[in-house]
């Protein structure tokens, strides 16, 4: 994120909110020159130049307020397109890694470090932007009254400039605290809250308790310590304006008794003085705020780096030949042999908990990279392709779904597979139309994905009939019939493996009659 990008992306709105923004602060420091010439006009008694004076003033103050509000709404509707662009570019680097995200991660990534970079860069370069304008408006109105004004006002600007570098560190860290302590925050909570039913059961409220307790301990005291750094900020500026008012206010008085400088500026030095200090100040903490946000943003920015799109233009894989794999894990490395799967055979991949089988399903799917070995795909004559890895049939032991019908879930909301009798042929082929039947509105029910209307075993075989429908060459199945009923998974199965399909098959609890339908049986240990 960076304000350039954020300009440039409606530049015509942002120069009309930029100009209506200098306006209104110019106007602002307008009617404090207005009020100098009212009281200039009192002293000479000049009831013919007061009114129209105060008329100017309140004309300056009304249209001031006017371009505020329409300044205030610009921005608001810049930032929100702003931040949906960049919803947009973080979802598709998500979506175009092809890496396996936690949600509550990425959650927080859409909305919660967006919102507090929202707030702590672009409304705050709008807002240093308006105090700065104010400042030089008010600037140059000092220096035309009296030069020494001006560089009275001058030393104090720049002690307000310097003032928040001294804690600019310390608010760095405390933001990037709180967003991490933020985070973790949620990662609990999604932990712990997915299995709250067994927690339940077991009766452990205490260590649920204990858990979310000592994560929410950590996020209020982030929260307190970004406050404690903010608040030492503000109390180094406020005593910095209150020096610089008090000062200012007796030069103006010597002048004025010396006749060196109007006597209307008695009245109006304060608005002068807050006008000038008040926005410094503001400018100087919004400086501040922005240069705090520094790491944040750059970490947006990374997450919004292009990946480059899945190309389409690869071959969808009919089998592999892997050299002998290994994967290295933080504290543990798996070592694969050398593995070949020939188009059309039908696999059993077995093995103790443990010992890397989905894992492997991992390397072939792209997901992981292997430490050293290497794997080349297949086509339906056994010559190694440039593979398209999308194609590659997937069925996880716990599939997800998406908010949508049982057909859309079938077809991944591909209008070209839609068509029912289609469907209806697939559904028979995973044994899901009995299902179909107990649901009144069959195909076109409503799939509730936190409610879980769907059962396990349901799930596995819409996601079956995915993969039919999508001609996958070869299919990866991690213990994707674990949920169904043995006498169902044997009919799915005595199905799919009379299909031409490459298919490498996890399983652990599978019947010798069902294994002997396999050619073949693979073993990790
Ligand atoms: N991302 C990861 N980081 C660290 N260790 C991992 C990671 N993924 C897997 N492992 C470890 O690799 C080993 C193999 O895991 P994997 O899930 O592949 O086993 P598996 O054979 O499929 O087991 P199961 O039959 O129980 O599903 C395990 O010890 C696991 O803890």
Same mark, same amino acid.
């Given at each position: 994120?960076?304000?350039?990008?954020?300009?440039?992306?409606?530049?015509?709105?942002?120069?009309?909110?930029?100009?209506?923004?200098? #306006?209104?602060?110019?106007? #602002?420091?307008?009617?404090?020159?207005?009020?100098?010439?009212?009281?200039?006009?009192?002293?000479?008694?000049?009831?013919?130049?007061?009114?129209?004076?105060?008329?100017?003033?309140?004309?300056?103050?009304?249209?001031?307020?006017?371009?505020?509000?329409?300044?205030?709404?610009?921005?608001?509707?810049?930032?929100?397109?702003?931040?949906?662009?960049?919803?947009?570019?973080?979802?598709?680097?998500?979506?175009?890694?092809?890496?396996?995200?936690?949600?509550?991660?990425?959650?927080?990534?859409?909305?919660?470090?967006?919102?507090?970079?929202?707030?702590?860069?672009?409304?705050?370069?709008?807002?240093?932007?308006?105090?700065?304008?104010?400042?030089?408006?008010?600037?140059?109105?000092?220096?035309?009254?009296?030069?020494? #004004?001006?560089?009275?006002?001058?030393?104090?600007?720049?002690?307000?400039?310097? +003032?928040?570098? =001294?804690?600019?560190?310390?608010?760095?860290?405390?933001?990037?605290?709180?967003?991490?302590?933020?985070?973790?925050?949620?990662?609990?909570?999604?932990?712990?809250?997915?299995?709250?039913?067994?927690?339940?059961?077991?009766?452990?409220?205490?260590?649920?308790?204990?858990?979310?307790?000592?994560?929410?301990?950590?996020?209020?005291?982030?929260?307190?310590?970004?406050?404690?750094?903010?608040?030492?900020?503000?109390?180094?500026?406020? *005593?910095?304006?209150?020096?610089?008012?008090?000062?200012? =206010?007796?030069?103006?008085?010597?002048?004025?008794?010396?006749?060196?400088?109007?006597?209307?500026?008695?009245?109006?030095?304060?608005?002068?003085?807050?006008?000038?200090?008040?926005?410094?100040?503001?400018?100087?903490?919004? +400086?501040?705020?922005?240069?705090?946000?520094?790491?944040?943003?750059?970490?947006?920015?990374?997450?919004?780096?292009?990946?480059?799109?899945?190309?389409?233009?690869?071959?969808?894989?009919?089998?592999?030949?892997?050299?002998?794999?290994?994967?290295?894990?933080?504290?543990?490395?798996?070592?694969?042999?050398?593995?070949?799967?020939?188009?059309?055979?039908?696999?059993?991949?077995?093995?103790?908990?443990?010992?890397?089988?989905?894992?492997?399903?991992?390397?072939?799917?792209?997901?992981?990279?292997?430490?050293?070995?290497?794997?080349?795909?297949?086509?339906?004559?056994?010559?190694?392709?440039?593979?398209?890895?999308?194609?590659?049939?997937?069925?996880?032991?716990?599939?997800?779904?998406?908010?949508?019908?049982?057909?859309?879930?079938?077809?991944?909301?591909?209008?070209?597979?839609?068509?029912?009798?289609?469907?209806?042929?697939?559904?028979?082929?995973?044994?899901?139309?009995?299902?179909?039947?107990?649901?009144?509105?069959?195909?076109?029910?409503?799939?509730?994905?936190?409610?879980?209307?769907?059962?396990?075993?349901?799930?596995?075989?819409?996601?079956?009939?995915?993969?039919? +429908?999508?001609?996958?060459?070869?299919? *990866?199945?991690?213990?994707?019939?674990?949920?169904?009923?043995?006498?169902?998974?044997?009919?799915?199965?005595?199905?799919?493996?009379?299909?031409?399909?490459?298919?490498?098959?996890?399983?652990?609890?599978?019947?010798?009659?069902?294994?002997?339908?396999?050619?073949?049986?693979?073993?990790?240990?």
């Amino acid at each position: 994120m960076n304000f350039k990008e954020f300009y440039l992306h409606k530049p015509f709105k942002s120069s009309l909110l930029f100009l209506a923004t200098a #306006l209104s602060s110019l106007l #602002l420091v307008g009617s404090s020159y207005a009020l100098t010439l009212e009281f200039n006009a009192l002293r000479s008694r000049q009831a013919l130049l007061f009114a129209p004076m105060l008329g100017l003033q309140l004309a300056c103050l009304l249209f001031s307020a006017l371009l505020t509000y329409y300044s205030n709404l610009t921005l608001e509707k810049l930032i929100q397109s702003y931040l949906q662009q960049i919803r947009q570019d973080v979802a598709l680097h998500l979506f175009n890694d092809a890496k396996a995200h936690d949600p509550a991660q990425a959650q927080n990534q859409l909305l919660k470090e967006e919102d507090l970079l929202s707030v702590n860069y672009l409304r705050n370069i709008y807002s240093a932007f308006k105090s700065g304008v104010a400042v030089l408006a008010a600037g140059g109105a000092l220096l035309s009254f009296h030069w020494s #004004l001006f560089i009275a006002c001058l030393i104090f600007a720049l002690m307000q400039i310097y +003032l928040p570098r =001294l804690l600019d560190r310390q608010l760095n860290q405390a933001n990037q605290k709180l967003a991490a302590q933020n985070q973790a925050y949620l990662k609990v909570l999604g932990d712990w809250l997915l299995g709250l039913g067994d927690l339940h059961r077991c009766l452990s409220l205490a260590w649920f308790k204990e858990k979310a307790g000592l994560a929410a301990k950590k996020l209020e005291d982030a929260h307190v310590h970004k406050s404690a750094v903010s608040t030492r900020l503000d109390y180094l500026n406020q *005593l910095a304006y209150s020096l610089g008012s008090s000062l200012i =206010l007796l030069l103006t008085a010597f002048l004025v008794i010396r006749h060196w400088t109007a006597f209307g500026l008695l009245s109006s030095i304060d608005s002068f003085n807050s006008d000038f200090f008040g926005n410094l100040q503001n400018a100087a903490d919004y +400086l501040g705020e922005i240069s705090g946000s520094r790491k944040l943003r750059q970490d947006l920015l990374a997450q919004r780096t292009p990946v480059p799109e899945q190309t389409e233009s690869g071959q969808a894989p009919a089998g592999f030949s892997s050299s002998p794999l290994t994967v290295e894990f933080a504290d543990l490395t798996l070592t694969y042999p050398a593995i070949k799967l020939a188009p059309g055979e039908k696999v059993l991949l077995s093995g103790a908990s443990g010992s890397g089988k989905s894992t492997f399903f991992k390397l072939l799917l792209g997901e992981l990279s292997p430490a050293s070995g290497t794997i080349h795909y297949l086509d339906q004559n056994g010559q190694t392709i440039q593979p398209n890895l999308s194609q590659i049939g997937y069925l996880p032991q716990d599939p997800r779904l998406f908010p949508g019908s049982i057909a859309e879930n079938m077809t991944m909301f591909n209008p070209a597979l839609s068509d029912p009798k289609l469907l209806l042929q697939t559904a028979e082929q995973v044994n899901l139309s009995e299902d179909l039947r107990l649901w009144p509105d069959g195909l076109n029910t409503r799939v509730a994905v936190e409610d879980s209307n769907i059962s396990g075993g349901q799930r596995q075989k819409i996601v079956l009939a995915r993969s039919y +429908l999508y001609h996958s060459q070869l299919l *990866l199945v991690d213990e994707g019939t674990s949920a169904i009923d043995q006498a169902a998974t044997r009919e799915i199965l005595s199905r799919l493996l009379q299909t031409d399909k490459t298919i490498l098959f996890i399983a652990h609890n599978l019947t010798t009659e069902i294994r002997q339908l396999f050619d073949r049986e693979i073993k990790f240990d």
